[in-house]
């Protein structure tokens, strides 16, 4: 069985502020894929990032990185110099290759504040 | 290159009518998704299509609900007779044979009255 648990489900924060969202993972198998999506206010779902569990190398992508840590099956997103549009909800998932579909945690609504 | 394009945006509809929602997937992606997202229950699968053949239809809630994929570029979710607690946004999203992460239509807003 797979599981994404995202404890945080809201953060506020003030503009120009770091911020970390949290993802934690539950899985049996030893090749897997992990995610983050973006859902703005205006409802899509925006594809950022996927990881591959044999590359633990974070990331960075402008003010986006993404920390991947298999020994603490963790993969947190951290926003830097947070900006009002950066303000969605995020959500981590989860594609492990003995099954066939897609988990997703339940969310974390991030909203910056001017 | 178009992304995944769903029809309606927005639908209102009255208690046991019948509700088709639409879903042209990215152009070359062979498997298309079906989901719910509710407050309640978040984001579910409905059901899933690989080459146009469905593989899983387990998060389907039951026979009211129906899909279909008749060609690799168009699938349909049917709801008869819709209910209340179908009220949902339904997201069609697709992926290709060379990439993992799933593309995500526009969403569907369903309300049921």
Redesign the interface.
Known sequence: AQKVTQAQTEISVVEKEDVTLDCVYETRDTTYYLFWYKQPPSGELVFLIRRNSFDEQNEISGRYSWNFQKSTSSFNFTITASQVVDSAVYFCALYGTSGSRLTFGEGTQLTVNP | DAGVIQSPRHEVTEMGQEVTLRCKPISGHNSL?WYRQTMMR??E?LI?FNNNVP??DSGMPEDRFSAKMPNASFSTLKIQPSEPRDSA?Y?C?SRGTS?????????T?LTVT
């Open positions: 998704f978040g984001l699968l899933y593989i899983d946004v997201f999203a990439v993992l992460e799933q593309y995500f239509g526009p969403g807003r």
